[in-house]
């Protein structure tokens, strides 16, 4: 049941004193409703009413020295509190009509929660750093919980509404299907290298993230665009409203994000659509349809999203929500912590192998970005989670070369803070955590790892195709430059030795596989 009288205090939150048609058409709420609220709200002292006839209106009576906003939290559409601030500290309680699954960090007691900061459940959901910044700026909001409102197509199924607008929220009268039931329709299907023959028709300044605004709500650093494909017109557009997929543009300034100021990597694209490619079509992975753009020079990167299907949007969480950190921290982490509560989440084995053998691949190919973010579960249908598709993939290794971290969070079983240098039994380790045989897992790590020797060459001969569009430069200085190519097969290179003298060949019987060691 939708409170029509919070609805309209909220409204004189924002604008103090508002005239009866101005209410109607901030609302919706209209005639003898309208009427018969306005009087309750007086004759309660909450609203006085001023003037005569067509010169009346209506304030905002305080008995608080503040006011509050308040936002409507909803989730799959359905009301599930109240989000207020005001003062310097936040507040949700739950609606007294909510019944089902409790938020992560806020029980549904009957109480208010209160924080100095916003809930991190919410904040992992706003986008990061400068991306924040444009958010906050631009729309001129006075609090950080005041963008919610503005995610439009943030991950999962949250929507946020300010109380005095809700009346004109509408939910799809559609059953959402199950999402294993349009599984491949979402995933979708292609080949590597897949460049796309369409026009992007994107201005520079958007693409080199130099506009003053963000064109995606989606959280993370990176600069994203949320767009739409056009395959009768062959072009891909924006579209902040149907943001079935997602572009990630060629920024100059990657290597900043990679902690490096001095370096240029040009092609980091072409390395998250190889390296995601590889997972799809070779490893069995669940992976979002993704392709390259060949524009201005330069390809950009193109995903399709797997938390939407038609009008529908599909519950998860990243692991930076289920430990309830925030986005700030999720490099601060350990892999134990991550398991533990993944060991909790998902609730089938299956599951919690490919969560598995998902970090194992990362190990593998030094995906040393890879953080509590970029780790999710999916909410299939009654609570039921599985370990979601991959995203953001990537390899530091074939960036950096020698020396960098084989994975952004530690494994702690030995030493403290150990981000590289891994044996099998580290692996092991967190396959006790997750209640996995070890006979069961050493045969799937097995498995990855061979097809990665195997196949993984032909990638790099895969690769070779994209010279036809670029010569597919990358370099540790702007002077001094080298190859995508050359680069690929040094990484495999360096890795085999690396495995092979970290005994994982021995221990996974690969020898014996590959007749030789």
């Given at each position: ?40 709200l ?24 503040y ?73 001129k ?8 409102t ?7 199924s ?14 799809s ?17 292609y ?6 023959n ?8 958007i ?16 600069n ?5 494909i ?13 943001a079935?997929?997602l ?24 390395n ?33 999203r ?21 986005s ?57 989670y ?9 390899s530091?290794?074939v ?30 380790y ?31 001969e ?31 290179d ?24």
């Open positions: 049941m939708i409170d029509k009288e919070k609805i309209l205090l909220d409204l004189f939150e924002k604008e103090p004193e508002l005239k009866k048609r101005d209410i109607e058409e901030k609302t919706n709420i209209k005639g003898s409703t309208l009427n018969n609220k306005l009087k309750i007086v004759e309660s002292h909450r609203l006085q009413r001023v003037g005569k006839g067509k010169a009346t209106y209506y304030k905002r009576v305080y008995q608080q020295n006011s509050y906003k308040n936002i409507t939290v909803l989730k799959d559409g359905v009301i599930v509190g109240e989000l207020s601030f005001g003062d310097g500290q936040y507040y949700f309680k739950y609606s007294s009509s909510y019944k089902c699954k409790e938020l992560i960090g806020l029980k549904n007691d009957g109480s208010t929660h209160q924080s100095s900061e916003l809930f991190y459940l919410f904040e992992n959901l706003i986008p990061e750093s400068h991306r924040r910044e444009k958010h906050i700026d631009i729309t909001y006075e609090d950080l919980a005041d963008s919610l503005s995610l439009l197509n943030t991950h999962g949250y929507e946020f509404v300010y109380t005095y607008e809700l009346f004109k929220y509408k939910k009268k559609d059953k959402r299907p199950n999402w294993i039931t349009v599984k491949n329709k979402i995933l979708g299907e080949s590597y290298p897949n460049v796309l369409h026009k992007l028709d994107i201005t520079d300044d693409l080199e993230d130099r506009s003053r605004h963000d064109y995606s709500s989606l959280s993370g650093y990176q994203k665009i949320d767009v739409a056009d395959d009768t017109a062959k072009s891909i557009s924006i579209d902040t409203k149907n079935y997929y572009l990630k543009p060629f920024n100059k300034n990657i290597g900043l994000y990679f902690g490096d100021k001095k370096s240029y990597y040009p092609q980091v694209l072409v998250e659509h190889l390296f995601m490619s590889f997972a799809k079509n070779e490893l069995g992975f669940d992976v979002p349809y993704n392709g390259l753009i060949y524009h201005n020079n330069q390809f950009h990167y193109i995903i399709k797997f938390d939407r299907h038609k009008e529908f949007r599909y519950e998860q969480y990243d692991f930076g929500q289920f430990l309830n950190i925030s700030i921290n999720k490099y601060s982490v350990s892999s134990e912590a991550v398991f533990k509560k993944a060991n909790e989440i998902l609730q089938d084995k299956n599951s919690k192998m490919k969560m598995l053998k998902f970090y194992f691949y990362s190990f593998i190919i030094q995906h040393g970005d890879l953080h509590v973010k970029n780790l999710a579960a999916l909410n299939i249908g009654k609570d039921n599985i370990f979601a598709p991959l995203y953001d993939v990537i530091i290794g960036i950096k070369g020698k020396g960098v971290d084989d994975l952004a969070l530690p494994i702690q079983r030995v030493h403290k803070n150990q981000k590289s240098k891994f044996t099998l039994e580290d692996f092991l967190l396959a006790n955590i997750l209640g996995l045989n070890r006979l069961e897992v050493k045969k799937e790590l097995r498995k990855i790892l061979f097809i990665f020797i195997q196949k993984f060459p032909d990638y790099i895969k690769t070779k195709e994209l010279l036809a569009y670029d010569e597919l430069s990358i370099s540790k200085t702007r002077v001094k430059k080298t190859n995508l190519v050359a680069k690929l097969q040094n990484f495999y360096e890795r085999v030795i690396t495995l092979r003298k970290s005994k994982f060949f021995e221990e996974l019987g690969v020898c014996v596989v590959l007749r030789k060691c």
